[in-house]
């Protein structure tokens, strides 16, 4: 069998939703070298409907229905689903919509709607940790209020939620070499098959305006792409009470470039600055930020005093090579890559390479695509680690955790979800996958650990006793995940099953704070189908 008939059998649909099993196939035929690898670490939905042809007659067309459903037995387990928060129980998104071209206009419209049951599951024992004031809603973490805030609530309340989002719907004109519009499509930049660190589909995405390269730029340097996003991030229901301070401005860059010595490799950088906003005319008005020195508003001393409110940043620089073909065998398709970021804007070079480590946050990770067995198809590897605990430097230098901020109040997030790396702030993890990848069908073993919010155990900020939190709060689990390809649609089974320890840093010894929850069963099963019909006029 040819190289190229082991994964192309089924025509790709030409709406690809981020962290859906059909961008893992565009990854896929990208490392057997089928697909360029151009655009895809500054993706969303839009980038892969390609540009306009302004020649072309008015078309309409339809996104068939998708629908994604969850069931999570024990706690809440909710990573890469954007608009949808799976809490316990069962949970379930729902995707349609039309994509409209006129012109060099296109207009998808693709809302959401999402149900979870939201069950109850045990959390922080409020006699033990009450809010510090009822300014504050019971289900705000604790440990992200006032000095570093956070809005990362522990449940989202207590009842089932129902919702419809506007989803992946944004509208767009080309303009020659650039594309302008706006929209609330998720957005995914940087490397990373688990974990981005700077925006990816975790959060629900959020109302922006964009300015972004029609198509790659090419130069006798390489090829260069780019994307200017101005939005504005919205608060959750269960943070605070303050509905003043619900909105904030977030300005972001990013670029990349595959250098002409070696077109396979990928290098880019994007950086994200966040603000208070007392209405969407500063969101809109602060579009210059991305490119502001917001300072050191997380420099602190051991006795902290209040940060005005203003700029924060986070900085990531990230890289990606494959290797189509270019394996240890031939036929083999590798790529390796990695993403570093720096939460604290260094305050000069000296800084910089003193302390490169200072606020730091990183992903490695590599995918292996074994060459054709006879006709069957091809072994399939990967792995990823990712790590945004604090460094040693905290023991010199203050250092707030990752997404946390201290100058504006609800961190780096949005309707209260994490934008950067599912995991969520100080955590880290480590994700295995062993299977094998056919034309039409794949399977995969699967091994997952994440310890949360670690940074908590760095430094004595509990409201008891002063004392530290005195056990680890992590995740492992294990299970199997595989997708069907027909001309019909796209169907995905998994399951991952485990535990969690100590979650919300239950205590083991006498004298810890906190709440003797007990370990409690992790156990997520997902099904999802995506119809590969259309209809168009």
């Not at 209405?279 to 300072?295: E, I, K, N, P, R």
Request: proline content about 8%.
């Amino acid at each position: 069998m040819a190289q190229s008939d082991t994964l192309r059998r089924v025509e790709l649909p030409a709406f690809v939703p981020i962290s859906s099993p059909i961008e893992e196939q565009v990854r896929l035929r990208q490392l057997v070298g089928e697909l360029p690898t151009d655009r895809f670490l500054l993706r969303s939905p839009s980038v892969t409907l390609g540009a306009v042809d302004p020649m072309r007659p008015p078309m309409l067309r339809l996104i068939a229905p998708e629908l994604r459903f969850q069931y999570n037995r024990g706690i809440a387990f909710s990573m890469n689903d954007g608009a949808l928060w799976a809490g316990r129980g069962p949970n379930l998104l729902a995707r349609a919509g039309v994509i409209a071209e006129w012109w060099r206009a296109r207009l998808v419209l693709a809302p959401e709607f999402t149900y979870s049951s939201n069950e109850h599951y045990p959390l922080v024992d409020p006699t033990i940790f009450p809010p510090p004031g009822s300014a504050w809603s019971a289900y705000a973490s604790p440990w992200f209020l006032g000095e570093a805030g956070m809005d990362l609530p522990l449940r989202m309340g207590d009842r089932a939620i129902r919702r419809l989002y506007p989803g992946q719907s944004v509208l767009m004109v080309d303009a020659g070499p650039v594309t302008v519009g706006g929209g609330t499509e998720n957005n995914w930049w940087g490397p990373g098959m688990w974990n981005a660190l700077i925006l990816s589909n975790n959060a629900p995405g959020f109302p922006h305006l964009f300015v972004r390269t029609t198509e790659p730029v090419v130069t006798d340097w390489g090829t260069f792409d780019a994307r200017l996003l101005i939005g504005g991030l919205q608060e959750s229901d269960y943070y605070d009470f303050d509905s003043g301070n619900d909105l904030r401005s977030i300005s972001m860059l990013g670029i990349t470039w595959q250098p002409w010595f070696e077109r396979n490799l990928t290098l880019g950088a994007a950086r994200a600055v966040f603000a208070p906003a007392s209405g969407w005319g500063d969101v809109f008005a602060g579009s210059y930020q991305v490119f502001a020195d917001v300072g050191a508003p997380n420099l602190r001393t051991d006795f902290p005093q209040p940060v005005p409110a203003g700029r924060d940043q986070l900085l990531s620089l990230f890289f990606r090579w494959m290797l189509p073909g270019g394996g240890v065998v031939p036929g083999d398709g590798v790529e390796v890559y990695g993403e570093w970021g720096r939460a604290t804007q260094p305050r000069s070079l000296r800084d910089l390479l003193v302390d490169l480590n200072h606020s730091q946050a990183y992903t490695v990770g590599m995918q292996w695509l074994g060459s054709p067995v006879w006709d069957a198809g091809r072994f399939r590897a990967r792995g990823e680690l990712t790590n945004l605990e604090k460094g040693t430097t905290y023991k010199t230098r203050p250092v707030d955790t990752w997404y946390a901020s201290r100058a504006v109040d609800q961190g780096y997030t949005n309707r209260g979800q994490v934008l950067g790396a599912a995991i969520g702030p100080g955590s880290s993890s480590q994700n295995v996958g062993v299977g094998f990848v056919s034309e039409l069908w794949d399977v995969e073993g699967v091994i997952t650990r994440i310890r949360w919010q670690n940074d908590i155990q760095a430094e004595p900020i509990s409201y008891q006793d002063g004392q530290g939190w005195c056990e680890h709060d992590v995740t492992l689990a294990s299970g199997i995940r595989g997708n069907v390809r027909s001309p019909y649609g796209w169907l995905s089974v998994s399951y991952l099953g485990g535990k969690r320890y100590n979650p919300f840093f239950s205590p083991r010894q006498p004298g810890c704070p906190g709440t003797n929850i007990g370990d409690v069963p992790a156990h997520t099963f997902s099904i999802s189908f995506q119809p590969a019909v259309s209809w168009r006029r």
